[in-house]
């Protein structure tokens, strides 16, 4: 079974991160959460960036505000693919200073970048990884797309009585 680690640098990432995990938890992939700072707990990023895989990691889920520089260390030493959050912080340029921070990294450190604070857009992407070898998940997301098609048909079906 493929699991998901989604980390964050600080706990008050927590609210913004939460929106993966609970939409990982629909399409029933098993999650790993934790608090890894890049530059508070640097022998634990590194620890964990380099040792995920052989835990049966499959995909990283990264979100950090501010400087925003954990998704980029965690792709610096980690085989697998890393989506980073940029999580807009109380010591946050209006959240572009984390944007940039985890979108302009150098050829060769690929970080998939998802908008400011859409953990959930991380969670589905997570999935949709994972569903390229995953057949039951792939279904999932199949169906969870098509719910998404049927929400706006009716929406629209009630504007128009």
């Known amino acids: 079974m493929s699991k998901v680690a989604i980390i964050m640098g600080s706990i008050s990432d927590m609210p913004v991160m939460q929106e993966a995990i609970d939409i990982l938890k629909g399409f029933d992939i098993e999650t790993e959460v934790d608090i890894v700072s890049a530059h508070r707990t640097p022998d634990k990023l590194f620890d964990f960036s380099k040792n995920a895989h052989n835990r049966g990691i499959s995909v990283i889920i990264a979100g950090a505000g501010g400087a925003a520089h954990l998704p980029g260390m965690v792709a610096s030493m980690s085989p697998l693919p890393v989506i980073g959050v940029p999580v807009k912080s109380s010591n946050s340029i209006d959240g572009w200073d984390s944007v940039l921070s985890i979108l302009q990294m150098p050829g060769g450190v690929p970080v998939a970048t998802v908008a400011l604070n859409g953990a959930k857009n991380a ?35 009630e504007l128009k009585k």
Request: hydrophobic share 45%; charged share 30%.
């Open 123 to 157: 969670g589905i992407l997570a999935a949709q990884i994972i569903g390229s070898h995953d057949k039951c998940v792939l279904d999932k997301i199949i169906f969870y797309k098509e719910s998404l098609k049927e929400a706006v048909n009716k929406a629209s079906d």
